[in-house]
């Protein structure tokens, strides 16, 4: 396995190419905007430079992992000789059910098709396709190039062949990849978001602020971000899109999202990439402070 396309170029995307362009492999990032796509490699190429300042890797390895880089708008003929597609778009489900349908005629077929989803069932993704054998999850976690777990998801068809070449490819990453079955939430998020969802109740209900909340969490369970920060980061659209998921797929009401959340998300504050959440992000983010609305 040599050739990878990533598809989605954003935050997600464009840590996963830089991971595995960093190991070697030719990487073919793909976004339907050229604009976001100048963006990532730019993107990439600070993060590289930052590394090599704190010395984890070289001036030559920065180098030869743009090297490894290209990108493309046209999905069709980025895809045609790779010999595995890891998904990084949008958490919207009709949007993955598109391009994995396209994927399925595009690309090869011992291609094994993956998706970084966070929530989104697999099994349902490979419904789109005629290789369910060769459909599997890739949940990569943020920063990519920093953070080791990899959750592998195995949907209802995924073949044991297909898990294997997965595992082991993540390995070669120098990640440690975890085998989970396909159930909402996966194992990740169906620990994570019901306690971010309840951190935000304990704001939205007067148990305590915005600091207090995420200090108890830092200090007392030794969390290295607390769990309002960590939303954040995460994307409090893409929270609420994960806690959507769990209440619908469970019909259990101890997921449904809080309404402050929903309320935030309306609003457009949804973290860092608005530059305002539970905190305010106008002077960067080593810079954050606690957002004038929850003073």
Known sequence: MKNIAVIGSGTMGNGIAHTFAQFGY???LIDINADALQKAIDTIGKNLERQVAKGTI???DKENTLKNLSTSTDLKSAVADVDLVVEAATENIELKLKIFQD?????KP?????????SISITKIAAATNRGDKVIGMHFMNPVPIMKLVEVIRGYATSDITTNIVMKLSKKLEKVPVEVNDYPGFVANRILMPMINEAIYSLYEGVAGVYEIDTVMKLGMAHPMGPLQL?????LDVCLAILNVLHQGFGNPKYAPCPLLVNMVTAGKKGVKSGEGFYDYSNGVKEAKVAAKFL
Do not use: C, M, Q, R
């Open 26 to 28: 030719a990487v073919k």
């Open 110 to 118: 011992e291609t094994i098709l993956a998706s970084n989803t966070s």
């Open 231 to 235: 939303a954040d980061f995460i994307g």
């Open 103 to 107: 994927l399925d005629t595009y690309t």
């Open 58 to 60: 070289t001036a030559i």
